[in-house]
């Protein structure tokens, strides 16, 4: 990499509407009369960030800590409080002077696109072999064949940055997170090998005596083979009768690479009984389905489509690879203001059913026929899913309660003595008489003022103690949501959020338009890889340790991260500080252990293993960033702070943190150069076009057309995503339909979310990961218009679909396959959205154009470096 870095110059010239800075403002909270500070601290131009005048800007240097925090969305240790969002610091009278008329023209701008095309060229469809400490994986945005020799795939585990600073006070100085994004159970592509399974019989896996690290490539053996020296913390152990081997002339043993725990960076071993609950083999799983048989959900045909989907997907229940058929069992409750057990059994001719009228004491009124297993029971089974649409048809009942029927569930598996999963398919406010019943809070007047975060907090305490509780007993929630109105998401969706399930929420659901995303993300709940009664660990070598979590998991202590289950989408974000020197020599280890029930009721440890390098030049540290990982790690640091603290502050933090970083790098690394020049670690390009998009995500910034709950579920949603879906959620991927070959099978190149690509005569593609736009322009090309739409001209297109119509043109089959490719392998089925030009669901789709000024507040990508590169030049002076 050139010392320089990237270069952005902003010309000096007259400022252009719409693209200069306003004018400086200070103050308190946007009041003039309160200005007051120490000299020296310097202030920002208002409006960068949507907000009013922001206070004053953090000197270099750790944050100010603030107090412990056990928050619903992950614990930190203690001696470690939270120092990422801490109320604004104090502010001054001391204005900043600069030149006015400073602008970056966006010809300059460095472009995403370039940056992952760019990587998609040098490293595309290659093997990343994963033989060196430290090495920067490929983006994620880049296809490639990833092949283990003794470090972790980046599949696994991503870092903000692949090269560790030696201490603490570098650290402080660069202000780069320390963070690993790690999601232990993600999916493999078939053409990549899958994880060995390691069985030492009863005698387990081997361990560090002291500080209990599992066998991985760091250990070193000693004196002939008889003992080894463990990388975490050096202690020097016996090796087991059973494990002994000798050594070749390098010191390696002669079995290195028979054995994956000697030669690969993730594996898996079987658990001995010390590793279960009670010192007892678990039971396999089981799955409840618990559909909403209020008045509305029988009257719209929601239940009736639930019922005729579970005959199909039950039949898809997944099972360990050399079984014939899924070992999990499976219930079924229905409710409204009540609850309806059923009994299915296998020897019944009619399914029976239990009412549980006590919803303040919740009971489970039969064990024997509840859970069963499908095969056996299945024409039982098909039974009841006719009848339920049939047996509700006549009900009146529209109040529902939610909190019994997940501790109907949960006490049902306790009975059982096996861990599971709760499918829930609900769709209202709970207003019945019972725990957790919920009122209309729906407060816009919050919105932009310091009570703003209540909007994103449970309304009671009973909804975290149950998450609590779900977690003691291994049961984890799936919660589907159908909302025509309000339902408290903040509330509700807490529980699957801290249980490790997911929330899917379909607002103003039409089972005409709406069905197949809602059937394809069942479908795919149902079927994906899943571990059960998960318990993580992150252990790492002297210097340096986990302080921070984030991600749909609890925590009692300040090392155990348990999880109900966690499934192939779901990711935990784990900061590290320094608590000592790190060495160039020794690097920074990380192992990642989770130890977790299969779905066929066998007990695994999966073990992931990385080393990174360490550096006491700053420069190193730079070089080594991932931005995608960055803005994963800002996201989740920021969502978790939604809930303690005013968004304009945290806002602000994440604007001073970038430009402290971005500044560092220049006094420290870059080459002198004019103060015009915003210059840009290679590895960091991208990190403001980013970091505005996170700034402008409606979680930090409302809208008046997004709902509270649409607000509370998005953040929900970030915190477990994985670096490749926070990448594209933040900065969405925009395609131009109209200028692709027909004849190519790649797709077409990308280009930049902004306003200024699209084109009257031509037909666009934006996906997120929720929703996919297609735009067309009003004088889009009429072939392409017949070909996709069948309709003879852009007037004649239905808005209203939420599906491609069958044309089988070569135009319609080529726009399904870019669909099905943006889709594959995604956490959520994305609602298709035709939007024309110049119609009202246009202003929608602006709102993802994510380079563009906001039409709520937010700058444009030009005014945030203008804004940042002034920051920067503060910190300088």
């Not at 470690?80 to 300059?108: C, D, E, K, L, W």
Request: hydrophobic share 35%; aromatic share 8%; proline share 8%.
């Amino acid at each position: 990499m050139s010392r320089q870095g990237y270069v952005a110059t902003p010309p000096y010239s007259q400022s252009q509407p719409g693209m200069g800075l306003s004018p400086p403002h200070y103050g308190h909270y946007g009041d003039p009369s309160h200005v007051t500070s120490p000299p020296g601290v310097m202030k920002q131009p208002s409006g960068p960030l949507g907000a009013p005048a922001p206070s004053g800007l953090l000197p270099p240097g750790p944050l100010p800590p603030g107090p412990p925090q056990f928050g619903p969305n992950g614990a930190h240790a203690p001696g470690h409080p939270p120092q990422r969002f801490p109320g604004p610091p104090p502010v001054n009278n001391a204005a900043p002077s600069y030149a006015s008329g400073h602008v970056i023209h966006s010809s300059r701008l460095v472009c995403q696109i370039q940056v992952i095309e760019s990587d998609r060229a040098t490293r595309g469809g290659q093997v990343y072999t994963t033989n060196t400490r430290g090495q920067v994986p490929p983006l994620v945005t880049t296809d490639c064949v990833i092949q283990d020799q003794g470090h972790s795939s980046p599949r696994y585990i991503r870092c903000t940055t692949y090269c560790f600073p030696c201490t603490a006070d570098m650290a402080k100085q660069a202000q780069i997170p320390l963070a690993a994004v790690i999601k232990p159970f993600a999916d493999i592509p078939p053409n990549e090998t899958p994880l060995y399974l390691v069985n030492h019989g009863e005698s387990g896996p081997v361990r560090c005596n002291r500080c209990k690290a599992y066998m991985c490539p760091f250990m070193q053996f000693i004196e002939g083979g008889r003992r080894y020296q463990c990388g975490f913390c050096s202690c020097v152990n016996d090796v087991p009768p059973f494990y002994f081997q000798h050594l070749d002339h390098i010191g390696r043993r002669v079995d290195h690479y028979e054995k994956p725990e000697l030669s690969l960076g993730s594996y898996e071993y079987v658990a001995t009984l010390d590793y279960c609950r009670k010192n007892k083999p678990p039971n396999p799983p089981a799955f409840i389905f618990m559909i909403d048989v209020s008045y509305s959900n029988i009257k719209n045909g929601l239940v009736k489509l639930i019922c005729d989907e579970l005959k199909t997907v039950l039949q898809r229940l997944p099972k360990e690879e050399h079984e014939e058929t899924s070992a999990i069992r499976v219930g079924f409750i229905t409710y409204n203001k009540v609850l309806h057990f059923f009994n299915v059994k296998s020897n019944l001719a009619q399914p029976q059913m239990m009412v549980v009228t006590d919803v303040a004491e919740v009971f489970v009124p039969l064990l024997d026929g509840f859970l069963v297993n499908y095969q056996e029971s299945q024409s039982v089974i098909h039974n009841l899913l006719d009848q339920i649409p049939e047996m509700f048809a006549d009900s009146n009942e529209n109040e529902t309660v939610f909190v019994p029927v997940i501790q109907a569930g949960m006490e049902a598996l306790k009975a059982a003595e096996c861990p599971g999963k709760l499918f829930i398919f609900h769709s209202s406010l709970p207003t019945a008489e019972a725990p957790g019943k919920l009122k209309n809070r729906d407060d816009r007047k919050l919105v932009n003022t310091d009570k703003e975060k209540i909007l994103f907090q449970p309304q009671t305490t009973v909804y975290e103690s149950l998450a609590k509780d779900c977690v003691a007993n291994s049961c984890s929630v799936t919660l589907f949501l159908f909302p025509s109105q309000y339902v408290d998401v903040a509330s509700l969706g807490l529980v699957p959020l801290l249980t490790g399930g997911t929330l899917y929420k379909y607002n103003g659901f039409q089972v005409n338009s709406d069905s197949q995303q809602f059937l394809n993300d069942l479908r795919n709940d149902i079927e994906k890889k899943i571990g059960f009664d998960a318990i993580m660990r992150v252990r790492t070598s002297t210097g340096f340790r986990a302080t921070d979590f984030f991600g749909g998991i609890f925590m009692n202590n300040t090392t155990d991260v348990e999880m109900a289950a966690i499934d192939c989408d779901k990711a935990v974000t784990v900061e590290f500080k320094h608590d000592d020197k790190l060495s160039e020599d020794a690097g920074a280890l990380i192992q990642c252990a989770v130890l977790y029930t299969t779905i066929g009721g066998q007990r695994r440890l999966r073990i992931h293993n990385l080393a990174l390098n360490c550096s006491t030049q700053l420069a190193d540290l730079y070089k080594s960033c991932e931005t995608d990982v960055l803005i994963n790690f800002f996201a989740k640091s920021a969502f978790k702070a939604v809930l303690n603290q005013p968004l304009k502050s945290i806002r602000e933090i994440l604007v001073n943190q970038t430009a402290h970083m971005l500044a560092c790098y220049r006094k420290h690394c870059a080459s002198p150069s004019a103060a015009s020049q915003l210059i840009l670690p290679d590895s960091m390009k991208v990190l403001p076009v980013y970091m505005n998009c996170l700034l402008k995500n409606c979680v930090l910034l409302s809208r008046p057309e997004l709902s509270t709950d649409e607000r509370a579920y998005q953040r929900q949603l970030v915190m477990t995503m994985g670096v490749a879906d926070s990448q594209l959620f933040f900065y969405p991927q925009l395609l131009p339909i109209h200028t692709w070959d027909i004849k190519s099978t790649v797709l077409p190149a990308a280009v930049r979310c902004s306003e200024a690509r699209l084109s009257e005569d031509g037909i666009f593609l934006l996906a997120n990961g929720l929703n996919v736009f297609l735009w067309l322009g009003v004088s889009s090309p009429p072939e392409l218009i017949q070909g996709i739409f069948n309709v003879p001209s852009f007037a004649h297109i239905n808005t209203d679909l939420t599906s491609l119509p069958e044309v089988g043109s070569p135009h319609s089959q080529q726009l399904r396959m870019i669909i099905n490719n943006i889709q594959h392998k995604k956490p959520y089925s994305m609602k298709l959205i035709i939007v024309k030009q110049r119609e009202q669901r246009e202003m929608v789709f602006r709102q993802f154009l994510v380079e563009d000024k906001g039409l709520y507040g937010g700058s444009s990508y030009v005014d945030f470096l203008c804004c940042v590169h002034k920051e920067i030049c503060q910190l300088l002076n």
